[in-house]
């Protein structure tokens, strides 16, 4: 595939409660804000990226990506604390309709780009592609999303009251990619989420 030909959404509008209600999207691992991180994994796959967080956060993560290799977007929601489905519909609608667009979260700072490209493949001809990993689990915030589709499935979530991105994920004609296949195109490392301060103190003391 032609690497550099999509949009990655980078959603940090949580509060980061088990973080002690600082915002992990910022927070320092190994000498790199975490979102930026996130960001410089998924660059070789991405043309642009966008960022949905709460207004206050814009400034501090605008520093954390400074210099970034790709434009940078902000959406922010009018409705703070409407939960991880607002604000991935909040940041698909600013792209394209039949766009594809790799979703993740500000935790995951281990992300792998082979991984990310093998779900761009798999996502061709479909909704979404949707990591499912060993424990049973679908990753609805380390997949691909046709943006269309994504938001009305995100829409019809929330006005069906429903909080859980894994929702508007099973109305949809997704992809999943069970770990055992992606494995073979990268480190299953990439799903890893940093919730804590001892879980950044563990991946802090494994990359450095
Ligand atoms: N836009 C938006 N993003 C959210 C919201 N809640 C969570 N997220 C994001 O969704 C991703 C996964 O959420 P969590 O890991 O639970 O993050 P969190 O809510 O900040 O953390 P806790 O408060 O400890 O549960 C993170 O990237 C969050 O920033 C929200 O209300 N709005």
Do not use: W
Request: charge should be negative.
């Amino acid at each position: 595939m032609t690497r550099g030909e999509h949009t990655g959404l980078i959603v940090a509008g949580g509060r980061s409660r088990r973080f002690g209600n600082c915002d992990k999207a910022v927070a320092d691992l190994a000498g790199v804000p975490m979102i930026r991180r996130v960001a410089d994994g998924i660059t070789p796959m991405i043309d642009r990226l966008l960022v949905n967080c709460r207004a206050e956060q814009v400034s501090a993560i605008r520093s954390a990506l400074a210099g970034y290799d790709h434009p940078v977007q902000f959406v922010c929601e009018q409705t703070p604390d409407t939960g991880p489905v607002a604000g991935v519909k909040a940041g698909l609608c600013a792209i394209e309709d039949d766009a594809y667009a790799f979703v993740t979260a500000c935790d995951m700072p281990l992300i792998d780009s082979d991984i990310v490209a093998h779900l761009f493949d798999r996502g061709r001809g479909h909704d979404a592609a949707v990591p499912r990993t060993e424990d049973g689990r679908i990753q609805p915030l380390h997949a691909v999303y046709r943006s269309s589709e994504m938001v009305a499935a995100c829409n019809a979530a929330l006005a069906d009251g429903q909080r859980s991105i894994r929702d508007p994920v099973a109305a949809l004609d997704a992809a999943i990619v069970p770990s055992a296949e992606l494995r073979t195109y990268g480190s299953t490392s990439t799903f890893e989420n940093v919730n804590t301060p001892t879980a950044l103190q563990a991946v802090s003391e494994r990359i450095e």
